[in-house]
Structure formats: C-alpha cells, structure tokens
C-alpha cells in the first residue's frame, strides 16, 4: 500500500509563488505521477503529469505557469506553481497511475489508484 503524503500548501497573494512536495512511501519512479487539484463546488482536476520517462503534461489553465518534477531516489514528486491566480485556489492532490510503465496518456482520476490527503492552497487577491 503506497502512501502518499503532500506537504507546501498555504496561503499566497496572486502573483506569488508555492513549491509543493508529495513524499512516496515506496519507489513510484515507473509509473505517471501526477497533482490534481479541487476547487470547491468543482470536480477534481488533473493540472500536472509527468511519466516514468520524465515527458510531463499540464493542463491549459496552469501551462507556463506550473512545473511538474520528480527526484526518483527521494520518492519525492514536485509541483512549482509561479505567477498564483485566485482560480488556483483548491486542494492539491498528488497521485499514483494504476500500473507500472504505462505513460501518461489518459488523465482521468479513474486511471491513478494512490491518493495522498491533499494539501491546501489559497490565493487571496
């Protein structure tokens, strides 16, 4: 069972910047990692991928603004968020994909099986 624990949340002013890290429990280098993200009133929504490769992806609502990393030999995922809006306002989630090597074509929830609890992010303007 992987545990996945997110960490760097907090309160920022728009224009601002945030670095937040998701800690792994055991090794999650062959598999896409990515952060989610929920507003409330609003469905969960994938901002960042990055495969085993290292390709990463980012929705159009956070490209150039977001960058998604990871540091294998640490365990540790990454996300830098520069030049905050108040629509990033949500929780942060990071996650699993379900299986080893598969890349990160599908970007639904329903495709990652870990979760962390999320860490919060507040943008105030």
């Known amino acids: 069972q992987v545990q996945l624990v997110e960490s760097g949340g907090g309160s920022v002013q728009a224009g601002g910047s945030l670095r937040l890290s998701c800690a792994a429990s055991?090794?999650?280098?062959?598999?896409?990692m990515a952060w989610f993200r929920q507003g409330p009133g609003l469905e969960r929504e994938g901002v960042a991928f990055?495969?085993?490769?290292?390709?990463?992806y980012y929705s159009d609502s956070v490209k150039g603004r977001f960058t998604i990393s990871q540091d294998k030999a640490k365990k540790t995922l990454y996300l830098q968020m520069n030049s905050l809006k108040p629509e990033d306002t949500a929780m942060y989630y990071c996650?699993?994909?379900?299986?080893?090597?598969?890349?990160?074509?599908?970007?639904?929830?329903?495709?990652?099986?870990?979760w962390g609890q999320g860490t919060q992010v507040t943008v105030s303007s």
């Open positions: 055991e090794y999650t280098g062959s598999y896409c």
């Open positions: 990055v495969n085993s490769g290292g390709s990463a």
């Open positions: 996650a699993r994909g379900r299986r080893p090597w598969v890349p990160c074509d599908s970007r639904s929830a329903s495709d990652f099986s870990y």
